[in-house]
């Protein structure tokens, strides 16, 4: 197996660097500026040299390059080197390749150019009380009246609604339709209106980043629904995919052990350094097998594009096995951090831009269980390796819920 990227693509990392060398981490005045914006000004630049929003048009603010996976991923390993903002956040980062294949031009034009900078702030309405890992349960109804839709209900665990300017979600529209994946439409709605309460849920660590967003008679024009109405459900299915690809890469698993590994280095524990700790010592490399494995089933996903072959489920491996690493790196940070450590200030506002959120090794621990829930959870995708991979019988709750009385 030969994993070298060849000159050709050597070339061009080096290019990446130098450009990532001169324009990041901003300088000057720029490096004044709130941090959103700061990194809304370099993807203008990065984009501009075709880095970022490489699958977006240029008509709608992208890039518009051809496809070829060994640059993107040459971009991915090296803007994580620099530290450099490379996804607008979650649910923008989800958005933006729905939008390009399901949206309608005037959509594309509309809402593109500022996704793709960062610059237009989303979330996301999925969730509810009722429809979680059974989304297909959502209750929230969107109803046709004199030209706009008017929307009645409730979303839960909305990621940022209380900074976003918009919110697409998953709503209602023909609750007489037959099975509950029918009837559901994908819509983008403005949160800047009466009729739409953000109710912010504090987490165990004192952050506010989630919320309960409550719908009564909110409007948004009869042309905002993205795909066809009642074809919702196959529109989240792409955005869907998209988060669960993004969650837990093998570049953000790599970077993390790094930073484990330099802990170790530097934390002292009963007297010398916690790397020389036997016990510490096992338990590193242990996570270093981990950490290699999803390296190498991200070079296998990465193949497979290259190849133009389907990945398969190697996307959801690699979420569910990610995400388990990131817990098991995020415990032994917690164990050997130094003291005053705890004390470390806790940034959400960075997983917006990109950067890697925790300084504070227990709201890292925190967060290492959260992003396991985030985009389905573990026991979601083991259901789906299960049944759609190795072929087992379908999930027997799901199974007698369906059964006839
Ligand atoms: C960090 C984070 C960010 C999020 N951001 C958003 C957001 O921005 N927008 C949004 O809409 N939602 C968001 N969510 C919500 C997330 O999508 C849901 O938490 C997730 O889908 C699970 O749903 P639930 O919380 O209702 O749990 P439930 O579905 O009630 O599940 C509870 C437990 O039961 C298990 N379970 C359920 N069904 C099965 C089954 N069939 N087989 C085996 N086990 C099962 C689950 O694995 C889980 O352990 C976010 C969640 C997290 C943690």
Same mark, same amino acid.
Do not use: C, M, W
């Given at each position: 197996m030969d994993l070298r990227y060849g000159p050709e693509y050597e070339r061009f990392r080096q290019e990446v660097r130098e450009f990532l060398a001169e324009t990041w981490p901003l300088s000057g005045e720029e490096a004044k500026l709130e941090r959103v914006q700061q990194s809304a000004r370099f993807r203008k630049r990065a984009i501009a040299r075709g880095y970022l929003a490489r699958a977006v048009p240029r008509a709608y603010g992208g890039s518009e390059q051809p496809p070829d996976v060994l640059r993107a991923s040459?971009? %991915?390993?090296?803007?994580? %080197?620099?530290?450099?903002?490379?996804?607008?956040?979650?649910?923008?980062?989800? #958005?933006?390749?729905? #939008?390009?294949?399901?949206?309608?031009?005037?959509?594309?034009?509309?809402?593109?150019?500022?996704?793709?900078?960062?610059e237009l702030l989303w979330c996301q309405g999925y969730s509810e009380p009722g429809a979680g890992s059974d989304l297909a349960s959502v209750q929230t109804r969107a109803e046709l009246v004199d030209g706009e839709w008017v929307i009645h209900g409730q979303k839960i665990w909305t990621s940022y609604a209380h900074w976003a300017e918009m919110i697409y979600m998953l709503v209602r529209t023909e609750p007489a339709a037959a099975g509950k994946h029918a009837g559901l439409s994908y819509l983008l709605v403005d949160m800047q209106q009466p009729g739409i309460d953000v109710r912010p849920l504090k987490s165990l660590n004192g952050d506010s980043h989630f919320n309960e967003v409550f719908f009564d008679g909110a409007r948004a024009p009869a042309d905002r629904i993205v795909g066809r109405r009642g074809q919702g459900w196959n529109v989240s299915r792409s955005t869907l995919q998209a988060e669960r690809n993004a969650v837990a890469t093998a570049d953000t698993t790599l970077k993390q052990f790094s930073e484990l590994l330099e802990l170790a280095k530097s934390t002292r524990r009963n007297g010398r350094p916690a790397i020389e700790d036997p016990a510490v010592r096992q338990r590193l490399v242990e996570i270093e097998g981990y950490v290699t494995s999803h390296e190498y089933s991200s070079h296998r996903q990465l193949t497979c594009a290259a190849r133009g072959e389907s990945p398969g489920l190697i996307g959801t491996m690699n979420k569910l096995v990610g995400t388990d690493i990131a817990t098991r790196m995020a415990r032994l940070g917690l164990e050997i951090s130094a003291e005053g450590a705890l004390d470390a200030p806790y940034h959400h506002a960075e997983m917006l831009t990109g950067g890697s959120g925790e300084a504070n090794?227990?709201?890292?621990? #925190?967060?290492?269980?959260?992003?396991?829930?985030?985009?389905?959870?573990?026991?979601?995708? %083991?259901?789906?390796?299960?049944? %759609?991979?190795?072929g087992l019988p379908r999930d027997f709750a799901v199974q007698k819920r369906k059964a006839p009385a």
């Open positions: 040459i971009i %991915r390993e090296e803007f994580a %080197r620099a530290g450099a903002p490379l996804d607008v956040g979650a649910p923008a980062a989800q #958005l933006i390749p729905t #939008l390009v294949a399901h949206g309608t031009e005037e959509q594309k034009r509309a809402y593109l150019p500022g996704t793709v900078t960062g090794p227990v709201a890292r621990f #925190l967060h290492s269980l959260s992003i396991r829930a985030g985009g389905g959870t573990s026991n979601i995708q %083991r259901n789906i390796i299960g049944e %759609r991979g190795l």
